[in-house]
């Protein structure tokens, strides 16, 4: 477990973490996700005993990390995989890592295997791709077979096989009972791993809160989106039957408070054809985009609260 207890930390004038409490659980993948600036490298980097709080705690496991006894073997960790002495092989690295921490040779093989590496450990790193860079990070992390993780954005310069292979890795750590805080300021990539969200914005926390949850308190929950010939004809339908009806053009309606299928049969009995009909739930990053609205400096149009049709929170992994 991990747990964050008020904490605050400041630089000078800028406060990157603003009294934050929450916990990541046992067994369970916590993304941690916020927009640049929001202050999660700040709360990773004071988990590790890299910065000190200017007030509250980071427990793992009960313990400040400085009290751990053996904190490798507690709490793994990537910050920055760049951290690395580029003229070292993957594998001394990983030995002179181990040696420090009293963890046995052969663990070095192990996580090198785990983490893929074993046909280049012998390679300098700075030969390393961003890729490799990011799963010797990785397996530096594992070395100690630490109760916890904590990892700062591990799929950043992955390519789409090492993407799959960090969410997969995510979810045996926890499925292993391990506690897994993840970080990303992306939403979609955590939707597929993590079990909670813990979103901050300008260092405060904005929400702690499984998938369904947020989706559900952004009002996200329960839109369907239909296509139609007659939009004018079926909105009109619809209200009487008290939906909630938004004409977002081109024949599309989205509509609230009345389900599906029922849309289905009021097109049917007001003669509207109907062209497409869903279950609008890509409400996650809407909900994601809602909360840090006030927390982004200057958000693009682009870039905007929208729709769209995404896969079901908390469905597939
Ligand atoms: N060593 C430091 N000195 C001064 N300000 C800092 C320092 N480290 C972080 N900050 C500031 O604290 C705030 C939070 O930064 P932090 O790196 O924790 O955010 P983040 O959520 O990890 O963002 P990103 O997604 O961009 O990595 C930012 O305003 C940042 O400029």
């Given at each position: 477990?991990?747990?964050?207890?008020a904490?605050?930390?400041?630089?000078g004038?800028?406060?990157?973490?603003?009294?934050?409490?929450?916990?990541?659980?046992?067994?369970?993948?916590?993304?941690?996700?916020?927009?640049?600036?929001?202050?999660?490298?700040?709360?990773m980097r004071?988990a590790?005993?890299?910065?000190?709080p200017t007030?509250?705690a980071?427990?793992?496991?009960?313990?400040?990390?400085?009290e751990?006894?053996a904190p490798?073997r507690?709490?793994?960790?990537?910050?920055?995989a760049?951290?690395?002495?580029p003229g070292l092989?993957?594998?001394?690295?990983?030995?002179?890592?181990?040696?420090?921490?009293?963890?046995?040779?052969?663990?070095?093989?192990?996580?090198?295997g785990?983490?893929?590496?074993e046909?280049?450990?012998?390679?300098?790193?700075?030969t390393?791709?961003?890729?490799?860079?990011?799963?010797?990070g990785?397996?530096a992390?594992?070395?100690?077979?630490?109760?916890?993780?904590?990892?700062?954005?591990?799929?950043?310069?992955?390519?789409?096989d090492?993407?799959?292979w960090?969410?997969?890795?995510v979810r045996?750590?926890?499925?292993?009972?391990?506690?897994?805080?993840?970080?990303?300021?992306?939403?979609?990539?955590l939707a597929?791993v993590?079990d909670?969200?813990?979103?901050?914005?300008?260092?405060?926390?904005?929400?702690?809160?499984t998938?369904?949850e947020?989706?559900e308190?952004?009002?996200?929950a329960?839109?369907v989106?239909v296509?139609?010939?007659?939009?004018?004809?079926?909105a009109?339908?619809?209200?009487?039957?008290?939906?909630?009806?938004?004409d977002?053009?081109?024949?599309?309606?989205?509509v609230?408070?009345?389900p599906?299928?029922?849309?289905?049969a009021?097109a049917?009995?007001?003669?509207?054809?109907?062209?497409?009909?869903a279950?609008?739930?890509?409400?996650l990053?809407?909900?994601?985009?809602?909360l840090?609205?006030?927390?982004?400096?200057?958000?693009?149009?682009?870039?905007?609260?929208?729709?769209?049709?995404?896969?079901?929170?908390?469905g597939?992994?």
């Amino acid at each position: 477990m991990i747990e964050v207890q008020a904490l605050t930390k400041r630089y000078g004038t800028t406060t990157a973490v603003d009294d934050l409490s929450f916990t990541a659980r046992a067994g369970e993948v916590t993304g941690f996700l916020g927009p640049n600036g929001a202050g999660k490298s700040t709360t990773m980097r004071v988990a590790v005993g890299l910065e000190r709080p200017t007030a509250g705690a980071v427990l793992v496991g009960g313990c400040r990390y400085a009290e751990l006894p053996a904190p490798l073997r507690t709490l793994g960790t990537m910050l920055d995989a760049r951290s690395v002495h580029p003229g070292l092989t993957a594998r001394r690295h990983l030995r002179a890592l181990a040696r420090t921490h009293g963890i046995p040779r052969a663990r070095v093989d192990e996580v090198l295997g785990l983490t893929g590496l074993e046909s280049v450990a012998g390679r300098r790193v700075r030969t390393f791709s961003l890729g490799m860079g990011q799963r010797l990070g990785i397996a530096a992390a594992l070395l100690g077979d630490p109760a916890a993780l904590v990892l700062d954005e591990p799929v950043n310069g992955l390519d789409a096989d090492g993407v799959l292979w960090v969410r997969g890795l995510v979810r045996r750590m926890a499925a292993e009972g391990r506690t897994v805080l993840l970080s990303s300021h992306l939403m979609h990539e955590l939707a597929l791993v993590a079990d909670r969200v813990v979103v901050i914005g300008r260092g405060r926390l904005l929400a702690d809160a499984t998938l369904e949850e947020l989706v559900e308190r952004s009002g996200g929950a329960g839109v369907v989106r239909v296509r139609t010939s007659g939009p004018d004809v079926l909105a009109a339908a619809l209200r009487g039957r008290g939906a909630v009806v938004d004409d977002a053009g081109g024949g599309v309606l989205h509509v609230r408070g009345v389900p599906g299928d029922e849309v289905g049969a009021v097109a049917a009995r007001s003669g509207v054809v109907v062209l497409e009909l869903a279950g609008e739930v890509g409400s996650l990053e809407q909900a994601y985009l809602a909360l840090t609205d006030d927390a982004v400096p200057h958000r693009s149009g682009a870039d905007g609260v929208r729709g769209g049709q995404q896969r079901v929170p908390g469905g597939a992994r």
